[in-house]
C-alpha cells in the first residue's frame, strides 16, 4: 500500500502540468485540458473518407489564439555597460540579470553606487 501511495504521490505532479507554446513573436498560448494539438512548420490536412471510396483532404489553418502578446520593451538608446547606461540604471528595480550586470560592469567596487570610485567612470 505504502509503495502505490508513494508512485501515486510522484506521478501527481506530471498529471497537473500544463502545456505551454511559445511562438516566435514572443506570444504564448496556454494549451487547455483534452484539448488536440499539433506544433509543425508545416501545412496540415485533414483526411475525409467517403463511402463511394472517394477522399477528401481540407487544409487546417493555424491557430491564432494566444494567451498574451508580446510587447518589445522601448529601447532606451543607451549601449549596456557604457557610463550613462550605469548614471541611468534603476537600482531600485527588483534583482534581475541587469541588476547583475550593473554590479559587474558599473559598481566594480561592490559599494552599491555608481561614481567615481569605480574604475569604470568617465564622468
Same mark, same amino acid.
Given at each position: /500500500?505504502?509503495?502505490?501511495?508513494?508512485?501515486?504521490?510522484?506521478?501527481?505532479?506530471?498529471?497537473?502540468?500544463?502545456?505551454?507554446? *511559445?511562438? +516566435?513573436?514572443? @506570444?504564448?498560448?496556454?494549451?487547455?485540458?483534452?484539448?488536440?494539438?499539433?506544433?509543425? +512548420?508545416?501545412?496540415?490536412? /485533414?483526411? @475525409?473518407?467517403? !463511402?463511394?471510396? %472517394?477522399? &477528401?483532404? !481540407?487544409?487546417?489553418?493555424? @491557430?491564432?489564439?494566444? *494567451?498574451?502578446? &508580446?510587447?518589445? +520593451?522601448?529601447?532606451?538608446?543607451?549601449?549596456?555597460?557604457?557610463?550613462? =547606461?550605469?548614471?541611468?540604471? *534603476?537600482?531600485?528595480? +527588483?534583482?534581475?540579470?541587469?541588476?547583475?550586470? =550593473? %554590479?559587474?560592469?558599473?559598481?566594480?567596487?561592490?559599494?552599491?553606487?555608481?561614481?567615481?570610485? *569605480? @574604475?569604470? =567612470?568617465?564622468?
Amino acid at each position: /500500500m505504502f509503495r502505490i501511495l508513494f508512485l501515486a504521490l510522484l506521478a501527481s505532479p506530471l498529471a497537473l502540468a500544463q502545456i505551454y507554446i *511559445d511562438y +516566435p513573436d514572443g @506570444s504564448t498560448y496556454t494549451v487547455k485540458e483534452h484539448e488536440r494539438v499539433f506544433v509543425t +512548420p508545416a501545412d496540415v490536412y /485533414m483526411k @475525409s473518407s467517403y !463511402q463511394d471510396g %472517394g477522399v &477528401y483532404f !481540407q487544409r487546417i489553418h493555424p @491557430s491564432t489564439k494566444r *494567451d498574451s502578446s &508580446y510587447v518589445a +520593451p522601448v529601447s532606451e538608446g543607451y549601449q549596456v555597460g557604457s557610463h550613462e =547606461w550605469c548614471l541611468n540604471f *534603476d537600482t531600485a528595480s +527588483p534583482y534581475s540579470f541587469e541588476t547583475a550586470t =550593473w %554590479g559587474r560592469l558599473c559598481d566594480t567596487n561592490n559599494d552599491g553606487v555608481y561614481d567615481k570610485a *569605480d @574604475s569604470g =567612470w568617465n564622468g
